[in-house]
């Protein structure tokens, strides 16, 4: 079967995603706010959207990098969802999200999270297939772009340290053996 050649490049306002949801007494916790595994899952949500309009078909979550909670979201708040794929590599991408809620009545809007999401692009049979390009138009797009890729060594390194970790003491309990 020949390779896969990854589509035509898509701009990171291709792949824009904006989620409104109005939060509920049944998205409470015991502390009377928003429970995090609410807004986890709706970030979740609108990430996948951003890599499946980037990649054009299914794309699956691969890992969660960041996710910082900044403040509570409180019952009556409806939380605002912004996400973008930051970066590509062949077959995987990662997704921004920012979250803020308002007040409807004040009309205060506050930034109460932000995530780093990685996604992985899959074929009809579940392997992964390649993504198109990502061209960052705007200044703080490629600062987003720039910021993926730092993030992306971290995760290979941190990968690459636990494999050798592991190897070495395989190999010091076989020569114990």
Known sequence: ?????????RTVSDSEVTLTQMMEVTDANVAGNVHGGVIMRLV???????????????????????????????????????????????TSMECGVRVEAQNPL???VRHVNSAYLVFVAVDGEGRPRPVP?????????????GEA????????????????????????EGSEA
């Open 1 to 9: 079967m020949p390779p896969v050649s990854a589509p035509t490049a």
């Open 44 to 90: 979740d949500t609108a990430a996948a959207l951003a890599a499946i309009k980037h990649s054009g078909g299914i794309a699956l979550t691969v890992g969660i990098d960041e996710m910082t909670f900044l403040e509570p979201v409180h019952i009556g708040e409806v939380v605002v969802l912004k996400a973008s794929v930051n970066d590509v590599g062949t």
């Open 106 to 108: 004040t009309g205060v």
């Open 133 to 145: 390009a990502l061209l960052a138009e705007t200044d703080v797009q490629r600062r987003r772009q």
């Open 149 to 172: 890729k730092l993030r992306r060594e971290r995760r290979i390194d941190h990968k690459e340290a636990i494999d050798a970790g592991r190897a070495a003491k395989q190999h010091l």
